[in-house]
């Protein structure tokens, strides 16, 4: 079945370092979207990607969809403390209704 | 506008028991789900309801039953709880199936 892998598991950085994150997925996706999840707290989503090569931004946070749309990558500059927790990709497959979630990567903010 | 409401927060269990957890979404949303989240593994979809009256399966249905009452409300049933049940539980629901989906607060379910 359809497997969407996240790398890394955990990344610790220093305030003001960058932070990328990568998904990829075992099948071709026909969206892709981007949820944060704080410590102890409910996944909130970020954005979502469609079209093949597409780079939204978000302030500081640049999200890629892979020209294949089978891969996907989340950067935010200069990480700030505010950005604590857990980033989640989830990836639609055509013709369903399955929005299958990544392993999340968790992200630790040093001060 | 409460958006995604899940009962109960916390639960414990008893090998073999049985339990209900219930959703129920105020946004009009067509589709809902079932993820259950376990240390290390990510959100696992259990169960998904693409529209009023149709339930599929996701990628760890077994031990679970769920019922889509109405477009409001979702359900999860555990028939018969077992300790590898024990696992933070989401409930989520979209417009469309294809739009950003919003999460209740969990359901934090250990079984002893």
């Known amino acids: 079945g359809q497997q969407v892998m996240q790398i890394p598991q955990y990344q610790h950085v220093q305030e003001g370092e960058d932070f990328t994150t990568y998904c990829n997925s075992s099948?071709?996706?026909?969206?892709i979207q981007w949820y944060k999840q704080r410590p102890g707290g409910h996944p909130v989503f970020l954005i979502q990607?469609?079209?093949?090569?597409e780079v939204k931004k978000q302030k500081r946070l640049t999200f890629q969809f892979g020209e294949a749309k089978k891969n996907s990558s989340l950067h935010i500059t200069a990480t700030q403390t505010t950005d604590v927790g857990t980033y989640f990709c989830?990836?639609?497959?055509?013709?369903?209704?399955?929005?299958?979630f990544g392993t999340g990567t968790r992200l630790k903010v040093l001060a | 506008n409460a958006g995604v409401t899940q009962t109960p927060k916390f639960q414990v269990l008893k090998t073999g028991q049985s339990m209900t957890l219930q959703c129920a979404q105020d946004?009009?949303?067509?589709?809902m789900y079932w993820y259950r989240q376990d240390p290390g593994m990510g959100l696992r979809l259990i169960y998904y309801?693409?529209?009023?009256?149709?339930?599929d399966k996701g990628e760890v249905p077994n031990g679970y039953n769920v019922s889509r009452l109405n477009k409001r409300e979702f359900s999860l049933r555990l028939e018969s709880a077992a300790p590898s049940q024990t696992s933070v539980y989401f409930c989520?629901?979209?417009?469309?199936?294809?739009?950003?989906?919003?999460f209740g607060q969990g359901t934090r379910l250990t079984v002893v």
């Open positions: 989520a629901s979209t417009l469309s199936g294809r739009t950003e989906a919003f």
């Open positions: 099948t071709t996706l026909s969206n």
């Open positions: 990607l469609v079209k093949s090569g």
């Open positions: 989830a990836g639609l497959t055509s013709g369903t209704y399955k929005y299958i």
């Open positions: 946004m009009n949303h067509n589709s």
């Open positions: 309801s693409a529209s009023e009256g149709t339930t």
